[in-house]
C-alpha cells in the first residue's frame, strides 16, 4: 500500500481516544499515545480475553479456562477474582480506572469500540457492506482497505492461551477473507495493475489459499500478462499437489479457463473447465527393446523439472513401415501419462493408409473434443480450429501424439505455439521440414537388433522355450526380417499352441515365403508378406473371410455393429471371430467395441478381397454401406422429424441397421460414426454406389450443420453432386447445387456460392419445382443479405414467400413470411416487419419448428428496438436466447446476444449491454465467425465512452 493511501485511511479515521487497545497484532495498552507496560502474563492474558469480547459478559470459568487452561488451580473462582483486582490496580495506576464491570459470575469491559483496533475493524466492514448494498465499488475498497490497516500481524502475536485459540484462528481467517474481498473489489475496479504486488505478496504467504492464486491470475490477465497468469495457475498446481496431493478446485480452474480463452457452455454461457484428455490407446503388450530411444524421449520431452517456459518440444519418430515406431510412441506415452497431468492426446492420420487421409482440419476437431469443447463451439474453418486448439493448451503439461503424418503440411496446424505441451510424431517420412523450420528433433528407427528380436521373443514365449532353439530362433527373426510386426505376429501364433517347436514354426516362415509369388520391393517386404501370409492361412475360414472383408471396410476403424453387417452376420456370432483375428494380432480392439487394423495388414487384407470372390468383397461393401445409411437415416430423422424424409431402397437383411432410442442418442451415434460416414460417402461416391453416396450426404445435413463442420459439408455435398450426375438424377443435383450454395456463404466463398445456387434455381425452375425453386430463392436471400445487399436480399424473400403456396407446408411458409419480416427490418420498415413476423408466429402455432420460432422472436425484437419499445424487445430477445440455448443454435444464439445488447446499451444500461456483446463475442470467436469483429468494435467504443 502506497504512504499517500495509508495516510489517508489513518486520516478518515476518528481521532484517537486517551486509551487504545490494540488487538490485531502484538498486545499493546496506550494511555494519551504512551505505551502502557502490563508486565505480567497472566493479567495480559485476562485482559485479552476480556477485550476480545468488549461489553459482553465473560463468566468466571471462561476466564480462568483462558488464564490456566486445563492445570487449574486448587480453587480457580478465587484465583480469578485475585487477578482480576490485580488488573484492576494496574489499569487505575496507568490512568484508565473502571473499565472492569462485575456481573453476576462474570466480568466484562466497557470500552467504546473505537477505543479497539478489533472494534474499528469490524465497524469499517459495516461500512463496506453498506457502500455494497448501494454498488459503490469504490468506497467499498476504501473501507475494507481501512480496516486492514487495524491489522499489525498475528492477533494477540506476544501471549500464549490455548483456550482462546480458536477465536484466534477465526479472526485470521476473517482477515483473510476481508482481503479477498477488498482484492475483488480492486479488480472491478480496474486497478488489477495496483494490486498484483500485493497478491504475489499474498500467494507467497498463504500458498494454499486457492482464491488468491484466481485474483492473482486475474490481475495479471486483465494486465495484458497471460504467460504469467498462466504460470501462476501452475505454481499454484504444484503446491496443492506437492503439499496436499490434490488438484485445483473450481474456482481457480475455471479462472485458468477464461485466462486459456473464455470458452464458455453452450447451454449456459458459463465458462468451461478445461478437459484433461485421456485419447491414448490401449498399453502395448509385452513391448521389448528400444532401451536408447525410451531414455532419449525421457530426457527431451519428459524432463524431471518444467519451468513452464519456452517452446512445445517435438520429436519426429520416423522409420519403415512395421518397425514399431506407434508401438514406441504408445509405450513411451503411456509409461510418463504421469508427467503430463493435462491430458494426452491421440490421432491417427492415416498418411499411409488406403482410406483418404485424416485432414488436419478433422485431427484438430477431434482435439477438441477431447479438450471439451462442445460440437456446437468448435470453428468451421481449420484456422479457427488451430488458434483454439492452441489457446487450449497454452500453459497446459498435454502430450500430443499424431501417429502415421504423411507430410509436414498435414501437421503443422496441430502443433501447439506456447509452452508446456511435448508432441510426437510418427511417420515413414524423415519430416526434414518440421526439422528445419520448426525446431523439431529427429529419432529414425532402424529394424530391431538380433538381441532386441530375441527379447522381444522372450516375452511373448518364455526363456526357456527360446533358449531351447537358437538356431530356429535366428531364423525366425530373419524370416521376420527384424520387423516388430512381423515378430509379433509370427510369435502370437506360437504362444497359442505351446507344444509347436520354433523349429517347426521356422520351415513354415520358410515355405510360406516360398509360396509367394515375388512382387516389387525388397526381400524384407516379402518376407513379412510372407509372416502375413502364413498367420492367415492358420485362421478358420471364418475368421479369414472377416480378415479379408476389413480390407473393404472405408472407415478409419470399426464397430462392432458394423462389423456385423460387412460379415452378414449376427453381433454375438461375430465375437468368437474377433478374438481369433485379436489373438493372431491381426486386429485390435483400440477402444472397447471399436477395432482396427494396421496399415499394412490392411493392405494385405485388401489384396487378399482383390484377389477373393469379387462377389464376396461386393457383397460385404453394399452391407456395410446399407448399415451407414438406414443407421444414419433413421438418427437424421430423430434429430429432425419435421425434415421431409427420402425413399430408400430396402436394406439388405444382414445390415444390422441401428435405431437410435433419442436425440441424445441419435447425436451420439453421429458422433462417433461421423469419420466412418465420411469415409463411406468418399468410397460410395467412387463409384457402383452413387445412390448411397447422395443420400449418405443426405442423411448427414442437419448433423454437420448445427456442428458447424462446413468444409466436411461441403466435401459430401461435392460427392453427392458428382453421384447426381452420373445417375443422371436432376432433382438430386439441384438439391446438392443448393446444399453447396449454403455451405459455401458459411465459409465465405461467396462467388461460389452465388455460382450454385443460380444453377440449383435453373434446375427447379426447369423441373417446375416451386418448393425447391423458394428454398433457392431463401439461399440467395441469405447470401445476398450478408454481402450487404439488403434490397435484393429483400427481392429474393419475397420471390420465396410468393413460391410457397398458402395452403402448404405450413412450417415452410412461416419461415418464408419471417424471412420477408427480418428483409423489410434491414431496409428499415420495422412496423411491417412487426406484421410479417406476428404472421409467422402464427402460422408455426403447433408445428413445433423451434428453429424457426427463435429466429422470429429474434427478428420480433430486432423491429421493436428500431422502434424505440426497448422493454419489448428484450421480452422477445429472452425468449429467442431461451430457445436457442435450448436448441444449441450457437450462431443463432449469438446473434441473439448481441441485438440484446444493442437494446439494452440504448436503454442505458451500459454494464449489462456489455456484459452481452462479451458473451456474444466469446461465441463467435469460438465459432470463427467474422461477426465477431463487428461486437468487438462496439465493446471498444463502450470502453472508450465516458458517461
Given at each position: 500500500?502506497?504512504?499517500?493511501?495509508?495516510?489517508?485511511?489513518?486520516?478518515?479515521?476518528?481521532?484517537?481516544?486517551?486509551?487504545?487497545?490494540?488487538?490485531?497484532?502484538?498486545?499493546?495498552?496506550?494511555?494519551?499515545?504512551?505505551?502502557?507496560?502490563?508486565?505480567?502474563?497472566?493479567?495480559?492474558?485476562?485482559?485479552?480475553?476480556?477485550?476480545?469480547?468488549?461489553?459482553?459478559?465473560?463468566?468466571?470459568?471462561?476466564?480462568?479456562?483462558?488464564?490456566?487452561?486445563?492445570?487449574?488451580?486448587?480453587?480457580?473462582?478465587?484465583?480469578?477474582?485475585?487477578?482480576?483486582?490485580?488488573?484492576?490496580?494496574?489499569?487505575?495506576?496507568?490512568?484508565?480506572?473502571?473499565?472492569?464491570?462485575?456481573?453476576?459470575?462474570?466480568?466484562?469491559?466497557?470500552?467504546?469500540?473505537?477505543?479497539?483496533?478489533?472494534?474499528?475493524?469490524?465497524?469499517?466492514?459495516?461500512?463496506?457492506?453498506?457502500?455494497?448494498?448501494?454498488?459503490?465499488?469504490?468506497?467499498?475498497?476504501?473501507?475494507?482497505?481501512?480496516?486492514?490497516?487495524?491489522?499489525?500481524?498475528?492477533?494477540?502475536?506476544?501471549?500464549?492461551?490455548?483456550?482462546?485459540?480458536?477465536?484466534?484462528?477465526?479472526?485470521?481467517?476473517?482477515?483473510?477473507?476481508?482481503?479477498?474481498?477488498?482484492?475483488?473489489?480492486?479488480?472491478?475496479?480496474?486497478?488489477?495493475?495496483?494490486?498484483?504486488?500485493?497478491?504475489?505478496?499474498?500467494?507467497?504467504?498463504?500458498?494454499?489459499?486457492?482464491?488468491?492464486?484466481?485474483?492473482?491470475?486475474?490481475?495479471?490477465?486483465?494486465?495484458?500478462?497471460?504467460?504469467?497468469?498462466?504460470?501462476?495457475?501452475?505454481?499454484?498446481?504444484?503446491?496443492?499437489?506437492?503439499?496436499?496431493?490434490?488438484?485445483?478446485?473450481?474456482?481457480?480452474?475455471?479462472?485458468?479457463?477464461?485466462?486459456?480463452?473464455?470458452?464458455?457452455?453452450?447451454?449456459?454461457?458459463?465458462?468451461?473447465?478445461?478437459?484433461?484428455?485421456?485419447?491414448?490407446?490401449?498399453?502395448?503388450?509385452?513391448?521389448?527393446?528400444?532401451?536408447?530411444?525410451?531414455?532419449?524421449?525421457?530426457?527431451?520431452?519428459?524432463?524431471?523439472?518444467?519451468?513452464?517456459?519456452?517452446?512445445?518440444?517435438?520429436?519426429?519418430?520416423?522409420?519403415?513401415?512395421?518397425?514399431?515406431?506407434?508401438?514406441?510412441?504408445?509405450?513411451?506415452?503411456?509409461?510418463?501419462?504421469?508427467?503430463?497431468?493435462?491430458?494426452?492426446?491421440?490421432?491417427?492420420?492415416?498418411?499411409?493408409?488406403?482410406?483418404?487421409?485424416?485432414?488436419?482440419?478433422?485431427?484438430?476437431?477431434?482435439?477438441?473434443?477431447?479438450?471439451?469443447?462442445?460440437?456446437?463451439?468448435?470453428?468451421?474453418?481449420?484456422?479457427?480450429?488451430?488458434?483454439?486448439?492452441?489457446?487450449?493448451?497454452?500453459?497446459?503439461?498435454?502430450?500430443?501424439?499424431?501417429?502415421?503424418?504423411?507430410?509436414?503440411?498435414?501437421?503443422?496446424?496441430?502443433?501447439?505455439?506456447?509452452?508446456?505441451?511435448?508432441?510426437?510424431?510418427?511417420?515413414?517420412?524423415?519430416?526434414?521440414?518440421?526439422?528445419?523450420?520448426?525446431?523439431?528433433?529427429?529419432?529414425?528407427?532402424?529394424?530391431?537388433?538380433?538381441?532386441?528380436?530375441?527379447?522381444?521373443?522372450?516375452?511373448?514365449?518364455?526363456?526357456?522355450?527360446?533358449?531351447?532353439?537358437?538356431?530356429?530362433?535366428?531364423?525366425?527373426?530373419?524370416?521376420?526380417?527384424?520387423?516388430?510386426?512381423a515378430l509379433s505376429i509370427a510369435t502370437a501364433r506360437a504362444s497359442q499352441r505351446p507344444g509347436?517347436?520354433?523349429?517347426?514354426?521356422?520351415?513354415?516362415?520358410?515355405?510360406?515365403?516360398?509360396?509367394?509369388?515375388?512382387?516389387?520391393?525388397?526381400?524384407?517386404?516379402?518376407?513379412?508378406?510372407?509372416?502375413?501370409?502364413?498367420?492367415?492361412?492358420?485362421?478358420?475360414?471364418?475368421?479369414?473371410?472377416?480378415?479379408?472383408?476389413?480390407?473393404?471396410?472405408?472407415?478409419?476403424?470399426?464397430?462392432?455393429?458394423?462389423?456385423?453387417?460387412?460379415?452378414?452376420?449376427?453381433?454375438?456370432?461375430?465375437?468368437?471371430?474377433?478374438?481369433?483375428?485379436?489373438?493372431?494380432?491381426?486386429?485390435?480392439?483400440?477402444?472397447?467395441?471399436?477395432?482396427?487394423?494396421?496399415?499394412?495388414?490392411?493392405?494385405?487384407?485388401?489384396?487378399?478381397?482383390?484377389?477373393?470372390?469379387?462377389?464376396?468383397?461386393?457383397?460385404?461393401?453394399?452391407?456395410?454401406?446399407?448399415?451407414?445409411?438406414?443407421?444414419?437415416?433413421?438418427?437424421?430423422?430423430?434429430?429432425?422429424?419435421?425434415?421431409?424424409?427420402?425413399?430408400?431402397?430396402?436394406?439388405?437383411?444382414?445390415?444390422?441397421?441401428?435405431?437410435?432410442?433419442?436425440?441424445?442418442?441419435?447425436?451420439?451415434?453421429?458422433?462417433?460414426?461421423?469419420?466412418?460416414?465420411l469415409a463411406a460417402v468418399e468410397r460410395a461416391g467412387r463409384?457402383?454406389?452413387?445412390?448411397?453416396?447422395?443420400?449418405?450426404?443426405?442423411?448427414?445435413?442437419?448433423?454437420?450443420?448445427?456442428?458447424?463442420?462446413?468444409?466436411?459439408?461441403?466435401?459430401?455435398?461435392?460427392?453427392?453432386?458428382?453421384?447426381?450426375?452420373?445417375?443422371?438424377?436432376?432433382?438430386?443435383?439441384?438439391?446438392?447445387?443448393?446444399?453447396?450454395?449454403?455451405?459455401?456463404?458459411?465459409?465465405?466463398?461467396?462467388?461460389?456460392?452465388?455460382?450454385?445456387?443460380?444453377?440449383?434455381?435453373?434446375?427447379?425452375?426447369?423441373?417446375?419445382?416451386?418448393?425447391?425453386?423458394?428454398?433457392?430463392?431463401?439461399?440467395?436471400?441469405?447470401?445476398?443479405?450478408?454481402?450487404?445487399?439488403?434490397?435484393?436480399?429483400?427481392?429474393?424473400?419475397?420471390?420465396?414467400?410468393?413460391?410457397?403456396?398458402?395452403?402448404?407446408?405450413?412450417?415452410?411458409?412461416?419461415?418464408?413470411?419471417?424471412?420477408?419480416?427480418?428483409?423489410?427490418?434491414?431496409?428499415?420498415?420495422?412496423?411491417?416487419?412487426?406484421?410479417?413476423?406476428?404472421?409467422?408466429?402464427?402460422?408455426?402455432?403447433?408445428?413445433?419448428?423451434?428453429?424457426?420460432?427463435?429466429?422470429?422472436?429474434?427478428?420480433?425484437?430486432?423491429?421493436?428496438?428500431?422502434?424505440?419499445?426497448?422493454?419489448?424487445?428484450?421480452?422477445?430477445?429472452?425468449?429467442?436466447?431461451?430457445?436457442?440455448?435450448?436448441?444449441?443454435?450457437?450462431?443463432?444464439?449469438?446473434?441473439?446476444?448481441?441485438?440484446?445488447?444493442?437494446?439494452?446499451?440504448?436503454?442505458?444500461?451500459?454494464?449489462?449491454?456489455?456484459?452481452?456483446?462479451?458473451?456474444?463475442?466469446?461465441?463467435?470467436?469460438?465459432?470463427?465467425?467474422?461477426?465477431?469483429?463487428?461486437?468487438?468494435?462496439?465493446?471498444?467504443?463502450?470502453?472508450?465512452?465516458?458517461?
Amino acid at each position: 500500500m502506497s504512504a499517500v493511501t495509508m495516510e489517508a485511511a489513518r486520516a478518515a479515521r476518528p481521532k484517537d481516544p486517551d486509551v487504545e487497545f490494540r488487538l490485531l497484532g502484538p498486545f499493546e495498552v496506550r494511555v494519551r499515545d504512551r505505551l502502557v507496560p502490563v508486565t505480567s502474563p497472566k493479567l495480559r492474558v485476562l485482559l485479552a480475553a476480556l477485550l476480545l469480547n468488549a461489553s459482553r459478559p465473560v463468566t468466571v470459568g471462561d476466564l480462568a479456562g483462558a488464564l490456566w487452561g486445563a492445570d487449574q488451580p486448587a480453587n480457580p473462582r478465587r484465583a480469578t477474582q485475585v487477578a482480576v483486582v490485580r488488573l484492576r490496580a494496574v489499569l487505575e495506576a496507568a490512568g484508565c480506572p473502571g473499565l472492569i464491570r462485575t456481573r453476576p459470575e462474570s466480568y466484562l469491559v466497557e470500552v467504546p469500540a473505537d477505543q479497539i483496533d478489533l472494534g474499528r475493524f469490524e465497524r469499517r466492514l459495516r461500512e463496506a457492506d453498506r457502500a455494497a448494498e448501494r454498488s459503490d465499488a469504490v468506497a467499498e475498497a476504501e473501507a475494507l482497505r481501512a480496516a486492514l490497516i487495524e491489522w499489525r500481524g498475528e492477533p494477540l502475536a506476544d501471549l500464549s492461551f490455548e483456550h482462546l485459540r480458536h477465536r484466534l484462528t477465526q479472526l485470521q481467517e476473517r482477515r483473510l477473507h476481508v482481503l479477498e474481498r477488498r482484492f475483488d473489489a480492486d479488480l472491478r475496479l480496474g486497478r488489477h495493475d495496483r494490486i498484483v504486488a500485493e497478491l504475489i505478496d499474498a500467494t507467497a504467504e498463504h500458498p494454499l489459499r486457492e482464491r488468491f492464486w484466481a485474483q492473482l491470475m486475474t490481475a495479471l490477465h486483465r494486465a495484458g500478462r497471460r504467460a504469467d497468469a498462466l504460470a501462476a495457475y501452475h505454481a499454484a498446481r504444484r503446491h496443492l499437489i506437492d503439499e496436499l496431493g490434490i488438484e485445483p478446485g473450481e474456482e481457480l480452474r475455471r479462472t485458468h479457463a477464461t485466462v486459456l480463452g473464455g470458452l464458455r457452455s453452450p447451454d449456459t454461457g458459463s465458462v468451461l473447465l478445461p478437459a484433461v484428455p485421456r485419447q491414448l490407446p490401449a498399453a502395448v503388450p509385452s513391448f521389448a527393446g528400444r532401451t536408447g530411444e525410451v531414455s532419449r524421449l525421457d530426457t527431451l520431452l519428459a524432463p524431471d523439472e518444467w519451468d513452464g517456459a519456452g517452446a512445445p518440444t517435438i520429436m519426429v519418430i520416423s522409420g519403415t513401415a512395421g518397425v514399431g515406431k506407434t508401438a514406441l510412441a504408445l509405450h513411451w506415452a503411456r509409461r510418463v501419462a504421469h508427467r503430463f497431468p493435462d491430458g494426452q492426446l491421440w490421432a491417427d492420420l492415416r498418411g499411409y493408409d488406403h482410406r483418404p487421409p485424416l485432414s488436419a482440419g478433422q485431427a484438430l476437431t477431434l482435439f477438441l473434443r477431447g479438450l471439451g469443447v462442445p460440437d456446437a463451439s468448435i470453428p468451421s474453418d481449420p484456422d479457427g480450429r488451430s488458434a483454439l486448439y492452441r489457446s487450449l493448451l497454452d500453459g497446459r503439461r498435454v502430450l500430443v501424439v499424431v501417429d502415421n503424418a504423411a507430410a509436414a503440411d498435414q501437421v503443422r496446424p496441430l502443433l501447439p505455439g506456447g509452452s508446456g505441451p511435448a508432441v510426437i510424431v510418427t511417420s515413414r517420412d524423415p519430416l526434414t521440414g518440421l526439422i528445419a523450420a520448426g525446431g523439431a528433433q529427429s529419432l529414425e528407427l532402424d529394424r530391431f537388433t538380433a538381441a532386441e528380436s530375441r527379447e522381444l521373443m522372450v516375452r511373448r514365449l518364455g526363456e526357456r522355450r527360446v533358449e531351447a532353439d537358437p538356431a530356429a530362433v535366428a531364423e525366425i527373426v530373419d524370416r521376420c526380417a527384424r520387423l516388430p510386426l512381423a515378430l509379433s505376429i509370427a510369435t502370437a501364433r506360437a504362444s497359442q499352441r505351446p507344444g509347436l517347436r520354433l523349429g517347426r514354426l521356422a520351415a513354415q516362415l520358410r515355405a510360406a515365403r516360398e509360396r509367394l509369388d515375388e512382387f516389387s520391393g525388397s526381400d524384407a517386404a516379402t518376407d513379412v508378406r510372407a509372416v502375413f501370409s502364413w498367420s492367415y492361412r492358420k485362421l478358420g475360414e471364418p475368421a479369414a473371410r472377416l480378415f479379408r472383408l476389413c480390407g473393404v471396410h472405408p472407415g478409419p476403424d470399426m464397430s462392432t455393429e458394423t462389423l456385423a453387417a460387412l460379415a452378414g452376420v449376427a453381433p454375438p456370432d461375430l465375437l468368437p471371430l474377433l478374438r481369433e483375428l485379436a489373438d493372431a494380432h491381426l486386429v485390435v480392439e483400440h477402444v472397447p467395441g471399436r477395432w482396427t487394423v494396421h496399415d499394412l495388414l490392411r493392405v494385405y487384407a485388401t489384396e487378399l478381397a482383390d484377389g477373393h470372390d469379387p462377389a464376396e468383397r461386393r457383397g460385404g461393401l453394399r452391407r456395410v454401406l446399407d448399415h451407414y445409411l438406414h443407421s444414419a437415416h433413421a438418427a437424421a430423422m430423430v434429430l429432425e422429424p419435421l425434415r421431409d424424409a427420402i425413399e430408400l431402397t430396402p436394406p439388405d437383411p444382414a445390415a444390422a441397421v441401428r435405431v437410435p432410442t433419442d436425440r441424445e442418442d441419435a447425436l451420439a451415434w453421429f458422433a462417433r460414426e461421423h469419420d466412418g460416414l465420411l469415409a463411406a460417402v468418399e468410397r460410395a461416391g467412387r463409384g457402383g454406389f452413387e445412390t448411397h453416396a447422395w443420400q449418405l450426404a443426405w442423411t448427414l445435413a442437419d448433423f454437420q450443420q448445427w456442428r458447424g463442420l462446413w468444409p466436411d459439408r461441403a466435401a459430401c455435398l461435392t460427392i453427392a453432386l458428382t453421384a447426381a450426375r452420373r445417375l443422371g438424377n436432376i432433382a438430386e443435383q439441384a438439391r446438392a447445387h443448393r446444399g453447396l450454395g449454403y455451405a459455401y456463404t458459411r465459409l465465405a466463398r461467396n462467388d461460389e456460392a452465388h455460382l450454385h445456387l443460380r444453377q440449383a434455381l435453373e434446375v427447379y425452375e426447369r423441373l417446375d419445382d416451386r418448393a425447391g425453386q423458394a428454398r433457392a430463392h431463401h439461399g440467395l436471400s441469405y447470401l445476398l443479405e450478408r454481402q450487404g445487399d439488403r434490397t435484393g436480399a429483400l427481392w429474393h424473400a419475397e420471390r420465396a414467400l410468393v413460391l410457397y403456396p398458402p395452403e402448404g407446408n405450413r412450417a415452410q411458409r412461416a419461415r418464408a413470411v419471417g424471412s420477408v419480416g427480418w428483409c423489410h427490418s434491414q431496409v428499415g420498415r420495422h412496423r411491417l416487419a412487426l406484421r410479417f413476423n406476428r404472421l409467422a408466429l402464427a402460422l408455426l402455432d403447433g408445428v413445433g419448428d423451434r428453429v424457426a420460432e427463435a429466429a422470429t422472436w429474434d427478428n420480433l425484437g430486432y423491429a421493436h428496438h428500431h422502434l424505440g419499445d426497448h422493454r419489448q424487445a428484450v421480452a422477445c430477445y429472452e425468449t429467442a436466447l431461451r430457445l436457442r440455448r435450448e436448441l444449441g443454435h450457437r450462431y443463432g444464439e449469438a446473434n441473439t446476444l448481441t441485438h440484446l445488447g444493442d437494446t439494452l446499451h440504448a436503454s442505458g444500461a451500459r454494464d449489462a449491454a456489455r456484459r452481452s456483446w462479451q458473451e456474444a463475442l466469446a461465441v463467435l470467436d469460438q465459432l470463427g465467425e467474422p461477426d465477431a469483429d463487428r461486437v468487438r468494435i462496439k465493446l471498444r467504443e463502450l470502453t472508450t465512452t465516458v458517461v
